[in-house]
């Protein structure tokens, strides 16, 4: 069975950080690039940042280049992401999710997705 599990989100003042994990599951991880998606209330969902397994390679939305960071961990099957300076614009339910598609936050090219983790900001 595919599971995406995340977990780290909270409530946190503006200019705080947090760092959220994504625990996978039942696909073979290599395989795959992981993506960090949010969705605020009333707004469509939105890419934040990918990491492709096989190469480590990354990309960031403009929004968030330069205050987040994507990394993993092959041999644990985990995805993280550090959120630095964060803003109350960045208050979200954040989701991580499983393409065979590199380089890309397309959400309709991600298979899998996990259940989410709630990020609050307060200004």
């Known amino acids: 069975e595919v599971q995406l599990v995340e977990s780290g989100g909270g409530l946190v003042q503006a200019g705080g950080s947090l760092r959220l994990s994504c625990a996978a599951s039942?696909?073979?991880?290599?395989?795959?690039?992981i993506g960090w998606f949010r969705q605020a209330p009333g707004k469509e969902r939105e890419g934040v940042s990918y990491i492709n397994s096989i190469d480590g390679s990354t990309g960031y939305a403009d929004s968030v280049k330069g205050r987040f960071t994507i990394s993993s961990d092959n041999a644990k099957n985990m995805v993280y992401l550090q959120l630095n300076s964060l803003k109350p614009e960045d208050t979200a339910v954040y989701y991580c999710?499983?393409?065979?598609?590199?380089?890309?936050?397309?959400?309709?090219?991600?298979?899998?997705w996990g259940q989410g983790t709630q990020v609050t900001v307060s200004s």
């Open positions: 039942g696909f073979t991880f290599d395989d795959y690039a």
């Open positions: 999710a499983a393409s065979t598609v590199t380089g890309t936050l397309l959400s309709g090219l991600y298979l899998f």
